[in-house]
């Protein structure tokens, strides 16, 4: 049986659930060393880790889910930095649309539920009136 971790099985790894994790144990999460880490944060302009005393990294779950969907992309797709930089513009830019429409989804429900209620006011003063 072998100790080395396979780019899948890092992949899949389960991410701590603590509010902070430092560069080491985010390397451990994805078998990545810290220069690794260090090297995609001024690749990636989205990947910007919290910074405390004397520079010490502080990654928070969303860089850590970035860092992972980085590492699929360099690693098992085969994109190039610059083509995994593109992918990741692509796909912000199509959650930004997606949550657009959400919002525009949103205000129709809730104008509906507005008049709606307004409908049934209008009912209930009717029927305590006569």
């Given at each position: 049986?072998?100790?080395?971790?396979?780019?899948?099985?890092?992949?899949?790894?389960?991410?701590?659930?603590?509010?902070?994790?430092?560069?080491?144990?985010?390397?451990?999460?994805?078998?990545?060393?810290?220069?690794?880490?260090?090297?995609?944060?001024?690749?990636?302009?989205?990947?910007?880790?919290?910074?405390?005393?004397?520079?010490?990294?502080?990654y928070q779950r969303e860089d850590v889910l970035l860092i992972r969907r980085i590492?699929?992309?360099?690693?098992?797709?085969?994109?190039?930095?610059?083509?995994?930089?593109?992918?990741?513009?692509?796909?912000?830019?199509?959650?930004?649309?997606?949550?657009?429409?959400?919002q525009s989804k949103n205000q129709e429900i809730n104008g509906a539920i507005q008049n709606a209620v307004s409908g049934l006011e209008d009912v209930?003063?009717?029927?305590?009136?006569?």
């Amino acid at each position: 049986m072998s100790d080395e971790v396979s780019a899948s099985d890092s992949e899949n790894a389960p991410i701590p659930s603590k509010r902070y994790l430092t560069i080491g144990e985010v390397g451990e999460v994805f078998d990545l060393k810290p220069h690794v880490l260090r090297y995609w944060e001024q690749e990636f302009a989205q990947l910007r880790p919290s910074k405390r005393r004397g520079n010490r990294r502080y990654y928070q779950r969303e860089d850590v889910l970035l860092i992972r969907r980085i590492k699929q992309l360099l690693y098992q797709q085969g994109f190039t930095i610059e083509g995994a930089r593109q992918q990741l513009s692509n796909e912000h830019t199509k959650n930004q649309s997606s949550n657009s429409s959400n919002q525009s989804k949103n205000q129709e429900i809730n104008g509906a539920i507005q008049n709606a209620v307004s409908g049934l006011e209008d009912v209930m003063n009717k029927l305590k009136k006569g």
